[in-house]
């Protein structure tokens, strides 16, 4: 059949608001073909489909973080002049809009902590999901906020109709033996474990010492953070923290912390961060530096500055 007949039903279809069966009709065809039709139409490259993003990605800026850091994706987004909307809201928006389009069947999903990964929860559009599981990647927060893990899991799991896995203890205790008791010899500890084990993807913000960590002040004292800084560290993932160089930092929180160990968080295949912000630059860049991320999801400013940096 030729090319032209194919092109004249997209065009009633398409553009004129036809249906598949009013076409059928006026050309003595079965519904059926029309639907084959418009298919191959499309295969022939005669109907193309194109998506208006409801944001702006600036696709050059991130194919040059894809070489400089050897990462498997970047999404870098513009802000518009007009945009009043925060950095951590702005990549929130975006990452919930690729996340609610990329959930495949019997997925595992390990969810971290801070206001940027919030915002991505308090983006989602519910939706039904099929054998998806949600699980925390470490333990909550003293403020019963969006920011605490705890509360994300739970949203993104009643947003998503998906099962949760939860840490009910702080991201912080006492000492390290409490640390090992709590998520090596209770039955919350080693289910939690498992479900680590089998996590397809890891969402996480990342933080900058110099303007606190992503965990809550009641769970790490000021004087512990000024021991921190003095062993270098710049940044934290899920409360571990590493140096400029991207080397994990052995502090006493981390005896204490309750989180996905770092061995085990590089055994995830997708390993995405979603953090933004000039005064994020240099803390993202250690954590690039870690091999710990394999998708970085930031904002135009932050991403040139990234590309800008030795």
Not at 35 to 59: C, G, N, W, Y
Not at 266 to 275: K, L
């Amino acid at each position: 059949m030729p090319d032209y007949q194919f092109a004249q039903i997209a065009i009633m279809h398409y553009e004129n608001g036809m249906s598949q069966q009013e076409i059928a009709d006026k050309f003595g065809l079965s519904k059926m073909t029309v639907s084959r039709m418009l298919q191959k139409a499309k295969e022939l490259d005669i109907v193309k489909t194109s998506i208006k993003l409801p944001f702006t990605l600036h696709q050059g800026i991130a194919n040059e973080l894809l070489k400089k850091y050897g990462l498997k994706k970047a999404i870098v987004t513009k802000k518009v002049d007009e945009e009043t909307v925060s950095v951590p809201e702005l990549i929130g928006r975006v990452y919930a809009f690729y996340l609610g389009v990329g959930i495949p069947d019997d997925f595992v999903l390990g969810m971290g902590v801070g206001n940027t990964i919030g915002q991505i929860v308090q983006n989602l559009v519910p939706m039904k999901t099929n054998n998806l599981h949600i699980v925390q990647l470490m333990g909550g927060l003293s403020d019963v906020t969006f920011e605490n893990p705890f509360t994300i899991v739970q949203e993104t799991c009643r947003k998503l109709n998906a099962k949760g896995t939860y840490f009910t203890s702080f991201a912080t205790v006492e000492n390290r033996d409490l640390r090992d008791s709590l998520v090596y010899n209770t039955s919350m500890g080693q289910q939690i474990m498992e479900t680590w084990k089998i996590c397809n993807k890891a969402l996480f913000g990342i933080g900058a010492i110099e303007k606190g960590t992503l965990l809550s002040p009641k769970l790490v004292e000021p004087g512990e953070i000024e021991r921190i800084k003095r062993e270098g560290a710049i940044g934290d993932i899920l409360g571990h923290c590493f140096n400029e160089k991207g080397e994990f930092v052995q502090t006493d929180l981390e005896d204490r912390l309750v989180s996905i160990p770092v061995s085990m968080l590089r055994g995830i295949d997708e390993r995405v961060a979603v953090a933004g912000g000039e005064f994020k630059v240099r803390a993202i860049q250690g954590a690039l530096r870690s091999g710990i991320v394999t998708d970085l999801v930031t904002d135009e400013k932050t991403a040139s500055l990234l590309l800008e940096a030795q």
